[in-house]
Nanobody
Framework: QVQLVESGGGLVQPGGSLRLSCAASGNRYGIRFTGWYRQAPDKQREMVAT???????TYADSVKGRFTFSEENAENAIYLQMNNLKPEDTAVYYCRFIFQDFSGSWGQGIRVTVSS
């Protein structure tokens, strides 16, 4: 069974940085799609950044120029470098993997709080 484990969240002041990690284990197939999503209190889950087929990342307009999404395929891991964080970035962040057999998994969610 596939397991995704996230790490790297926490509390940071506005303008600060955090790096989220997500590692997959137990998958039998290669990776088709990866992404980061977030859900703020009382809001729907939204896309932050995605990569399809190892291509160029796609970013939500709200994070362009501040967040960088990368993959480390040899480690089945993805990362989200978040710079110049704003209070509106406060949310629970989820990683998402879809594999070549079209099965998918979500990470457990990790909280990011941006506050002074």
């Amino acid at each position: 069974q596939v397991q995704l484990v996230e790490s790297g969240g926490g509390l940071v002041q506005p303008g600060g940085s955090l790096r989220l990690s997500c590692a997959a284990s137990g998958n039998r197939y290669g990776i088709r799609f990866t992404g980061w999503y977030r859900q703020a209190p009382d809001k729907q889950r939204e896309m932050v950044a995605t990569i399809t087929g190892g291509g160029v990342p796609t970013y939500a307009d709200s994070v362009k120029g501040r967040f960088t999404f990368s993959e480390e395929n040899a480690e089945n891991a993805i990362y989200l470098q978040m710079n110049n964080l704003k209070p509106e970035d406060t949310a629970v962040y989820y990683c998402r993997f879809i594999f070549q057999d079209f099965s998918g998994s979500w990470g457990q969610g990790i909280r990011v709080t941006v506050s002074s």
